[in-house]
């Protein structure tokens, strides 16, 4: 939670110094975008942090329109309305109005400006309405296609033409009060934010010029996240920090505009990624590993085949051949003996000893290799190849969404045992039934890395693993597959009194299977008593023992109650003994913040 008051408070902290830098008559009134992130928690806190600052909300649909409503007072922050409407939030934005607050409407399609003046009309309120441009400058990044002429919101400039003569006829040329545009989320390159500033600038301009009071130019989101902390122009890094941002922001829409002669607008931004990204962590546990074949070991018993002689003489004969030749030959002879095992002329013993032999090759190829640069690309990938799994207690289409969806790459380590070096390469596999559960791209310095470095995982002791930056998007828009609920949540705020310099304000429990099931139209009840009476029908007939029938109830019921994950088992050490036993020290948790 200090994350997040950190963020709001460093962004309006660069764009009032970048105001103050270049003598800027204007001001910066951010927003929050709630879509990116809509927990209570997290909006209260982002208005909390950015009270003295002003710092409003962006809705884009009439549930995020209640929200906002409810939560800002008259006459405070900035209310942004974007998204497609219909009557019913146009309604609810001028109701807004009525309440005096700063509510604006901005028009993202042509038809929505007469049902606009209808509403208004009816009301007896004046609208304050916004344009969002559809800028010819396009975005760069993972959401380059969703800017640009075929974005899907936005008017062109013909659009916006019609517009604004809709609203000359209707008398309502004191309502258009800002112009909007969107270059996409996380735009790693500010050269693609400072092009798409000076285009939306032009529009400002001109329809100051045209004579509507303007005084708004909200700037949109793009702000990105330094995921991989290359700062470069790679798609999962930004070339520019939150101050050069608010800087070249503030420095292209005043050179624009002292050029046209036009006052200097007050500047809106939208950024939510980079608010709300650093705060969340998602730390889970590694249950299991699933590795490759070991070491050749013996040879079945029998006459040896050929195709098992030619691979021992290739592990053998380690200096015979050069590396890349070598591989090539294991891994004919692997794929001679896979098809004479499908002909039926390999047993499955053989088989099985085949897989070793290549899989032990590729061990001793990967480890003669490893230190040097230039290695064929061929030989390069036996570091994937030959990587664990290790299986994880979470689900990747519940927490870690966009990784699937868009292969965003997200910071991930181990958060323990930092004092010794990780020997395992590995790639990260959830619990869903889905072969799509898995993460194996990982974050190298402007490249992508195939897997990543773990511990050995130890008997009866857990082994935890955090990704970081997940705190955009991932919390609300994970979904139940496998009906895999919402994991445990802590709220944790640093503060230098406590012992351990932390205190959680608030622990929330994920969700239960029941929980899960209820939202999928099944009654946990109706579940129990359909179990109960198949138990009964069971017992009846001698079956099963009463007893065991009362055991099975019982555990149906007591499961559908807990949580959806696993429960890893552990073997119950043995009590040391009443001397050894150190006393135990409860801490008390102060709930108020620092």
Same mark, same amino acid.
């Given at each position: ?39 209570? /928690? ?102 380059? =296609? ?88 790679? #798609? ?6 939150? %101050? ?25 931004? =939208? ?64 794929? /001679? ?11 499955? #013993? ?27 690309? %061929? ?81 009866? /002791? ?51 299977? =029941? ?41 149906? %019921? ?17 009590? %040391? ?18």
């Amino acid at each position: 939670q200090d994350l997040l008051r950190r963020r709001v408070v460093q962004l309006n902290e660069s764009f009032l110094k970048a105001v103050d830098s270049e003598d800027y008559s204007g001001k910066y009134r951010g927003v929050f975008p709630i879509k990116v992130n809509q927990l209570r /928690e997290v909006v209260e806190e982002i208005l909390d942090a950015g009270e003295p600052y002003g710092f409003g909300l962006e809705a884009g649909s009439k549930p995020e329109l209640l929200i906002a409503l409810a939560l800002l007072e008259a006459n405070g922050p900035l209310l942004i309305c974007n998204g497609y409407k219909d009557d019913e939030f146009i309604e609810l934005a001028l109701m807004g109005r009525k309440l005096g607050k700063q509510t604006i409407i901005v028009i993202e399609q042509v038809s929505e400006v007469d049902a606009i003046i209808r509403t208004a009309r009816r009301m007896g309120v004046v609208p304050h309405i916004g344009i969002r441009v559809k800028l010819t400058a396009t975005g760069e990044g993972k959401w380059a =296609e969703s800017t640009g002429e075929n974005a899907k919101f936005g008017l062109t400039a013909s659009e916006i033409m019609v517009a604004v003569d809709k609203l000359r006829r209707a008398r309502m040329t004191d309502a258009l009060r800002l112009v909007h545009f969107h270059i996409g989320s996380q735009v790693p390159n500010i050269a693609t934010i400072k092009k798409a500033v000076v285009e939306a600038a032009r529009y400002y301009c001109e329809l100051s010029k045209m004579g509507f009071p303007m005084g708004l130019l909200d700037v949109g989101g793009g702000l990105g996240i330094d995921y991989d902390g290359s700062r470069s122009a790679f #798609e999962s890094s930004m070339n520019y920090s939150m %101050e050069v941002y608010a800087r070249d922001v503030v420095a292209s829409i005043k050179q624009v505009c002292e050029a046209s002669g036009v006052a200097h607008p007050d500047i809106v931004s =939208e950024s939510g990624r980079a608010l709300v990204a650093p705060h969340s962590i998602l730390i889970f546990e590694a249950v299991d590993r699933i590795a490759r074949d070991g070491n050749a070991g013996a040879p079945p018993r029998g006459k040896s085949h050929p195709v098992i002689r030619e691979l021992e003489a290739i592990l053998k004969n380690k200096r015979k051949f050069d590396p890349l030749e070598r591989y090539h030959d294991a891994k004919e002879k692997k794929e /001679e003996a896979h098809s004479r095992f499908t002909l039926g002329y390999l047993s499955l #013993e053989q088989r099985a000893y085949v897989d070793r032999l290549f899989w032990q090759i590729c061990r001793d190829l990967r480890a003669k290799l490893a230190n040097l640069h230039d290695v064929p690309d %061929e030989l390069a990938r036996l570091d994937s190849m030959l990587a664990e799994q290790y299986v994880c207690n979470f689900s990747v289409f519940q927490s870690l969404l966009d990784h699937w969806a868009l292969d965003q790459l997200f910071p991930i380590a181990p958060i323990h045992r930092l004092n010794e070096r990780p020997t395992i390469q590995a790639t990260l596999a959830d619990i869903t039934c889905d072969s799509d559960g898995k993460v194996d791209d990982f974050i190298d310095l402007e490249d992508v890395r195939r897997t990543l470095s773990l511990h050995p995982l130890k008997k009866d /002791e857990p082994y935890y693993i955090g990704a970081f930056m997940v705190g955009a998007y991932q919390d609300i828009m994970g979904d139940l597959h496998n009906l895999f609920g919402r994991v445990n949540e802590a709220h944790v705020f640093l503060e230098d009194d406590e012992e351990d310099g932390f205190y959680l304000e608030e622990t929330l429990e994920g969700y239960s299977v =029941e929980r899960i099931l209820g939202m999928i139209q099944y009654n946990a009840e109706d579940l129990c008593r359909m179990l109960k009476r198949q138990v009964d029908r069971a017992t009846r007939a001698d079956s099963v023992k009463p007893r065991e029938g009362v055991a099975m109830v019982d555990l149906y %019921e007591r499961l559908i109650r807990g949580k959806t994950y696993l429960i890893p088992h552990r073997s119950k050490k043995k009590p %040391e003994s009443r001397k050894a036993k150190p006393s135990l020290k409860r801490k008390s948790v102060r709930r108020t913040r620092g």
